[in-house]
């Protein structure tokens, strides 16, 4: 069968490729198994494009993106670099390709899996079964907004600027993705802000109830950044749908994530805007960063960046069988009591990143049939 579908592999720094090699285990099994044929392109970002380029995004890095139908991404950044002066660092590379792909929303799914509820820091009952999905606004606010930058007073004196910046369409595009999304799941949606002292978010919370009236399935509600810092972790089952800004879903969505028990665990998507055919740039990653200090052991937990590949075969190919298929899968080597060290408890069995994704591929296995 001819590869039809094209994907750009960007294993990037740290664990990045080793948790990135898993995924591709799990590819050639659906190469092999199901109807599908991927043709895969590796290309360059973060620190590793920086040592072989001397850029953090390189050119054909970028032209490689545009071209795919999907991009999967492991890790960037590291020590290494970190003393490059500040427009040089890896980081860059990964807000860059954000931005020239236009990729404005994105996806962070919380979700605990049974058998790892006791490895949150919270009370079993208050996780148990959690499913929360946050939107964070990718390619605006205060990551991008202009004027920015250090400057020198005339008294000597330094002076830092960033500036939090949103147009209405901006919000009116990410709200609508809040609603889309909160009318396939449990019909809700809360818009999170700080409207009691910034005026940026004022007209954030206007759009969202001024669009509100085309979801008459979804109940929308607001909230100041500050609460739902608390209320996530004081009562995280109350959020189903939440929609929010670029730095503030930075944030949340790390607190959301340790209420799961490991960064380890957590996927997220990358989407841009369609056009007219229903096509869309996309990118996914886990939310884990590059982990270096345990870089290079084999230890690394492999399933947020799985996971990833599970939400883009159901977000840029509408395979939602088999991508529900791998969740499964997942679920299962997990109840099965296989544990990389990142959600180790007492009684399971550690395993490597590799003997965690051959357990993936023989529960795909038993699930095919
Ligand atoms: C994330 C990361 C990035 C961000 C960094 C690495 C630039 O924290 O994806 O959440 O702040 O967006
Ligand atoms: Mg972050």
């Known amino acids: 069968m001819p590869a039809n579908k094209k994907l750009l592999f960007l294993p990037g720094d740290g664990i990045g490729p080793e948790v990135m090699t898993q995924v591709r285990r799990v590819i050639d099994w659906m190469d092999n198994k199901r109807q599908v044929s991927f043709d895969i392109t590796e290309g360059l970002i973060g620190g590793a494009a920086i040592d072989a380029t001397g850029s953090s995004l390189p050119d054909e890095t970028l032209a490689d993106a545009k071209s795919a139908d999907a991009v999967l991404m492991g890790a960037v950044g590291g020590p290494k670099w970190e003393k490059l002066p500040f427009e040089q660092q890896p980081e860059r590379g990964l807000l860059g390709i954000r931005k020239e792909l236009g990729l404005f929303a994105n996806l962070r799914p919380a979700i605990v899996f049974d058998a ?19 939107v964070r606004e990718l390619t605006g ?3 991008f907004g202009e004027p920015r930058g250090i400057e020198v007073l005339p008294d000597g004196r330094r002076k830092g600027i960033n ?5 209405s369409d901006e919000v009116e595009r990410i709200g609508r993705v809040g609603f889309d999304l909160a009318e396939k799941r449990g019909g809700k949606l809360c818009s999170i802000d700080k409207a009691n002292v910034l005026e940026t978010t004022v007209m954030w919370r206007e759009v969202m109830e001024s669009i509100k009236g085309d979801y008459p399935g979804v109940e929308l509600s607001h909230m100041y950044v500050d609460n739902a810092a608390m209320q996530l972790v004081r009562n995280p089952k109350q959020f189903d749908v939440v929609v929010t800004t670029n ?14 028990g490991s ?6 998507a990358s989407l841009g805007e369609a056009d007219a055919s229903g ?7 886990p939310v884990h960063g590059s982990a270096p200090d345990i870089a290079g052991q084999g230890i690394a937990n492999p399933l947020a960046t799985i996971l990833s590949f599970s939400m883009l075969l ?3 190919f509408d395979m939602a069988d088999d991508a529900d298929m791998i969740d499964k899968a997942a679920e299962n080597v997990l109840a099965g009591g296989l544990r990389t060290a990142d959600i180790m408890e007492e009684g399971k069995a550690r395993v490597s990143t590799e003997t965690m994704g051959e357990a993936i591929i023989s529960e795909l296995e038993k699930l095919a049939g």
């Open 116 to 134: 790892l509820a006791d490895a949150s820091s919270l009370k079993l009952d208050l996780v148990k079964g959690l499913d929360i999905m946050i």
């Open 263 to 268: 960064l380890g665990m957590l996927p997220s």
């Open 163 to 167: 500036t939090l910046t949103y147009t």
């Open 279 to 285: 096509r869309r740039a996309a990118l996914y990653e």
């Open 247 to 260: 730095m503030f879903g930075d944030i949340l969505s790390d607190c959301a994530a340790m209420l799961t």
């Open 141 to 143: 606010g205060i990551y």
């Open 314 to 316: 159901r977000y840029s």
